[in-house]
């Protein structure tokens, strides 16, 4: 996606569009088509016409020169003009009929065309209503399981804590061990069921953005400061590249620190040991722009259109998400009137860069 292109608010908006643009151009390639072919019978009859119009001519006048004496041909004159006039008429005649009947089977080929474009509409519009029905059924559904869940997890984290607090005794260290494997397991579902419960938001276009007047040089700090353990166990340089003065923007900080973490977390991931990842936050004309830099193994160009979808995975082998940051990610930029996109190459690092405008949209 080029950084200067407005994305589509929802998959919903996305798809309509597509078919919206691919029905108009089904219909202009049929309508020329057609004329095309009407042009082509129009001038095929045209040209038998006037070709039977010059045989009839020659013939006439091959008659004229048989019939014999000039009084013998003057005694027929009229009869054979009379006769000839019948004809013309009886051939124009049979012609318009010919010129109707075609007239009519056009027509009667138009309308079976738009009847049948009606009935496809009346049915995709049955088939997105079900969908519609089944995804609203689908969505509540996960909403009243990841409130539950969550419930219980918090409760679980919280009983491993006060466990690993409380651990003394002979076998305290093993016990402290099995609280922290428990407390670890349930942040990571925790996280989980948060990542599905956005999911389920962006897709109902209910994502929850609430903005404020925020310090994106501070948000920027925290997220480094919270990648800084990871990235030097990996060996990698992780720093903070801020171009002052960012000047105030509202955006919602917990969630623009949701999409830095996601983005940053990828850039860890997919960097070798002894490479640098870098966050860097600027101006760009009315907007604020984020950026995270790496020198890691770099993306695919077949999937630079692709990356931000859903349950995608650049690694196949990789089984530590479900490939949602991503498409989170974008949901969030795009709740807040921004834009995401990336720039990579493979072998040479990948640049992710996201904008929000100094006014984001109202909620309505």
């Known amino acids: 996606m080029s950084p200067n292109q407005k994305p589509p608010d ?21 309508a020329d088509e057609q004329e095309g072919v009407d042009e082509l019978a129009d001038a095929v009859i045209t040209r038998a016409r006037l070709r039977a119009d010059e045989l009839l001519a020659a013939e006439r006048a091959k008659t004229d020169r048989r019939s014999g004496q000039q009084a013998f041909r003057a005694a027929l004159h009229h009869e054979t003009a009379s006769e000839r006039v019948r004809e013309d008429r009886l051939l124009s005649e049979e012609r318009a009929d010919a010129d109707q009947a075609l007239s009519v089977e056009r027509s009667e080929q138009a309308a079976l065309l738009s009847t049948e474009r009606k009935e496809t509409d009346e049915d995709l519009l049955r088939e997105r209503k079900r969908s519609d029905d089944a995804l609203a059924i689908r969505d509540e559904f996960l909403g009243i399981v990841s409130h539950d869940l969550r419930g219980m997890l918090s409760s679980i984290v919280l009983s491993a804590t006060l466990i690993e607090e409380g651990a003394g005794g002979e076998h305290s260290l093993q016990v402290i061990r099995h609280a922290q494997r428990i407390r670890r397991s349930g942040a990571r579902m925790s996280r989980l069921v948060g990542d599905l419960i956005d999911v389920a938001s962006i897709e109902a276009g209910a994502l929850a953005v609430t903005c404020e007047s925020a ?21 990698i340089t992780l720093e903070a590249d801020i171009v ?12 623009i620190l949701q999409v830095l973490c996601n983005l940053l977390s990828n850039a860890i991931r997919f960097t070798p040991s002894g490479g640098r990842v870098t966050v860097r936050a600027e101006r760009s004309g009315d907007e604020l722009r984020l950026c995270v830099l790496d020198t890691g193994v770099g993306i695919p160009a077949d999937k630079l259109d692709v990356v931000f979808q859903r349950f995608l995975q650049l690694n196949s082998g990789d089984r530590r998400s479900l490939g949602l940051g991503l498409y989170i990610s974008k949901g969030i930029v795009q709740g807040h009137g921004g834009r995401i996109w990336v720039e990579s190459e493979l072998g040479a690092g990948s640049k992710f860069c996201l904008t929000l405008p100094d006014r984001p949209p109202a909620v309505p």
């Open 10 to 30: 929802t998959e919903r908006e996305q798809t309509d569009e597509s078919l919206r643009l691919e029905r108009a151009i089904t219909d202009q390639v049929l």
């Open 215 to 235: 310090d994106a040089a501070l948000l920027v700090s925290e997220a480094v400061e919270t990648f800084q353990v990871l990235a030097a166990a990996k060996h």
């Open 244 to 255: 002052l003065p960012l000047r105030g923007t509202s955006f919602d900080p917990a969630r």
